[in-house]
Nanobody, 112 residues
Framework: VRLVESGGGLVQPGGSLRLSCAAS?????MAWYRQAPGKQRELVAS???????NYADSVKGRFTISRDNARNTAYLQMNSLKSEDTAVYYC??????????WGQGTQVTVSS
């Protein structure tokens, strides 16, 4: 199983980024976690193959998770970014739980 993230980088507060995750296969659940320095890992958003999604309260209304099942790819559109969104973002997937498989992570830094 391989998950490859892309799209991270440096953005100013209020800006946007779109993360992509290319998976080596099809999974029932795909998700994005993040971990900031000195903080616990947080489930940001998850999406089922059929479409329903869930979000952490901290990102509701700002982030949107989506997936292209034909391409085995998940996306995380991040708008109105804040400094507290700075973290390493990990793509994950699984058949029962969303954290069975992990990508290598991509850094997102929100700073002026």
């Amino acid at each position: 199983v391989r998950l490859v993230e892309s799209g991270g980088g440096l953005v100013q507060p209020g800006g946007s980024l779109r993360l992509s995750c290319a998976a080596s296969g099809s999974f029932f659940i795909m998700a994005w976690y993040r971990q900031a320095p000195g903080k616990q890992r947080e489930l940001v958003a998850s999406i089922y193959r059929s479409g329903p999604s869930n979000y952490a309260d901290s990102v509701k209304g700002r982030f949107t998770i989506s997936r292209d099942n034909a391409r085995n790819t998940a996306y995380l559109q991040m708008n109105s970014l804040k400094s507290e969104d700075t973290a390493v973002y990990y793509c994950t997937s699984g058949g029962v739980q969303p954290d069975e498989y992990w990508g290598q992570g991509t850094q997102v830094t929100v700073s002026s």
